[in-house]
């Protein structure tokens, strides 16, 4: 269940934003290698010089749903943008990258639930002792 604070990010697709993917996907097609990269602040204002509104979480968001479901493949990011990479090295290089970054998140998410659990234990006790 995605946190309050967070839901207008993790929210999934609008039909709306279903209908910028493809937009999306023709924007990055020809974005092969890093020196093509584009940014995610990039793609808001073309979009918006289009009369098409978004934000940049919400891009996150619809390409997230373009590389979970492989409509660009071997789409990946840096701190130069998003691009297509066609060098097997440095593919298993990013892959590599995230599956630390999905170890780092796994290890707070599960200190945070040690924490949860003390915390509601402490707060029982001290009702238990009013």
Do not use: W
């Not at 940049?56 to 701190?79: D, Q």
């Not at 990479?85 to 707070?108: F, K, M, N, P």
């Amino acid at each position: 269940m995605a946190l309050l604070l967070f839901e207008p990010q993790t929210a999934k697709l609008t039909d709306y934003e279903r209908e910028l993917v493809p937009v999306l996907v023709k924007c990055l097609e020809n974005k092969v290698g890093k020196n093509k990269a584009v940014k995610n602040s990039y793609m808001v204002a073309k979009l918006r010089e289009h009369g098409l509104l978004t934000s940049e979480p919400r891009i996150r968001k619809m390409l997230n749903y373009i590389r979970t479901r492989g409509l660009v493949e071997c789409l990946v990011a840096s701190s130069q943008g998003y691009y297509i990479s066609t060098d097997i090295q440095e593919l298993d290089d990013y892959i590599d990258s995230l599956r630390g970054r999905e170890d780092a998140i796994r290890e707070v998410r599960l200190a945070l639930e040690e924490q949860s659990v003390r915390l509601e234990n402490k707060q029982n006790n001290n009702r238990k002792k009013q």
